[in-house]
């Protein structure tokens, strides 16, 4: 098998929507640059891309686009071309409007045009290479964020040293995923996966957050290598450990704190980089499938919705009650509600594969729940499963059907209805096992 990589800087000017919250929020510098990182697969009768790209997310018009885009230039199908972002929250907004931020027109031509200039070049630098894979772990910075509260009630991110907290709703996993190619005279890469939030920085200044740092110190650790990053499934996790604080150097959010993520994952990736288990096969396969998923429509309480949407947009949020997480809840379930209002009924959502030997890639549009990536990883026939938040689109959350009953902001803020996660689950684990 021959693989290439290729790194384009993507760091948008300053003054761009930075996207994630559900407030305008204008650049005012840049703190470390974005990237798109393309990694190409060659077995010689078939070619394939896994793309990472530092941005919260690319819906499905622009991605799909892009796609075609490579396809037509590259001379691959489009089933091949797997791009996926970090989904941080100190990047530009991409395409469509949402909760009145918005991306730039200029910008969102621009950003296809790199992302297929990586595909490109990632393709054009392959070359014959030697694969393995192996798992370790990354302890203590990565926990659940949804709690059952001692009153029975549900919360998102309740608060450091909440005193009213019962216990987590679930385990994070703390699984570090990594795909070494060795190659004899180019660098080699090394392709890491890790899943918790990348909203660790937050403000008003451009950064990669922890998945930059990821790349960066395995890179300054190791020499002729270069790294890929690629999120897991995130949907209820992030770095937010809710015990009461231990001191002033306990910092749990930040620049620093995003610093000491990235190492940690990296360390991980040191101490088991050396301890690698060969692949097994040198096929290159791929695949899309579509998993048709009921809306989240509810036209109950829309005139409240529509009230909280207009005071949201008009920058009077003093006027919506709740305050921190709660507060954003109201104005995504508000949001949602208004934007399904006439439908769509269903979404068809775009589930993505590539399989190199017996390691595999999956992909899902959205932020999928842990379990949900539990359940895949279980059912999957491949030696490893790396599974990937949006990829191939990024239309919301996919929670598990028990968190519906539960509530919190995943649930209420979903457009997708209970029972999606079941044939989420099928569909990607059918694809998987079909290449």
């Known amino acids: 098998m021959k693989v290439g990589f290729s790194r384009v800087c993507i760091t948008p000017p300053l003054g761009c929507e930075l996207a994630g919250y559900y407030c305008s929020r204008k650049a005012k510098g840049v703190l470390d640059d974005l990237f798109v990182n393309a990694v190409a697969y060659d077995d010689g009768e078939r070619r394939a891309l896994t793309i990472s790209v530092d941005h919260l997310h690319l819906y499905t018009k622009e991605v799909t686009a892009f796609r075609e885009m490579i396809s037509e230039r590259c001379g691959i199908p489009v089933e091949a071309v797997f791009i996926s972002c970090t989904h941080i929250h100190t990047g530009p907004s991409v395409g469509e409007e949402i909760a009145g931020v918005s991306g730039s027109a200029i910008y969102d031509e621009y950003i296809g045009i790199k992302i297929c200039d990586a595909a490109q070049m990632a393709l054009d630098d392959a ?12 302890k203590n910075i990565s926990f659940v964020r949804r709690f059952r509260m001692r009153d029975g009630s549900v919360r998102t991110n309740p608060g450091i040293g909440n005193p009213d907290i019962d216990h987590a709703l679930g385990k994070p996993n703390e699984e570090v995923y990594l795909l070494k190619v060795e190659r004899e005279t180019k660098d080699d890469i090394y392709i890491v996966s890790f899943g918790v939030h990348p909203d660790v920085i937050g403000g008003e200044y451009i950064s990669a957050d922890w ?42 959010t930040g620049y620093e704190h995003s610093k000491h993520m990235g190492r940690c994952i990296a360390g991980a990736v040191l101490q088991i980089c050396g301890k690698t288990t060969p692949i097994e096969g040198n096929e290159v396969g791929f695949g899309n499938a579509i998993a048709r998923v009921e809306s989240f429509m509810e036209n109950d309480k829309l005139d409240d919705a529509k009230r909280i949407v207009e005071l949201h947009n008009s920058g009077r949020d003093d006027e919506i009650p709740g305050e921190g997480m709660e507060h954003t809840t109201i104005v995504a379930e508000a949001v949602r509600r208004v934007k399904l209002e006439n439908g769509p009924e269903y979404y068809d959502f775009t589930m993505s594969a590539v399989s190199l030997g017996n390691v595999a890639f999956g992909g899902l549009p959205g932020e999928p729940f842990t379990e949900i990536g539990n359940r895949v990883r279980a059912n999957s026939k491949f030696a490893m499963t790396i599974l990937c938040c949006c990829t191939n689109g990024s239309p919301t959350y996919f929670p598990t059907s028990s968190a519906y009953d539960e509530g919190g902001y995943e649930a209420r803020t979903s457009y997708l209805k209970r029972g999606g996660d079941e044939i989420l689950i099928k569909g990607l684990s059918d694809l998987i096992n079909s290449l």
């Open 127 to 138: 070359e014959e290479a030697t694969l393995s894979y192996a798992v370790g772990e990354a």
């Open 211 to 252: 998945p930059g740092f990821v790349r960066t110190t395995v890179e300054k650790a190791l020499d002729g290598v270069k790294c890929a990053f690629f999120t897991g499934f995130e949907g209820d996790v992030n770095h937010f450990d809710t015990s009461p604080i231990k001191g002033d150097w306990d910092i749990r």
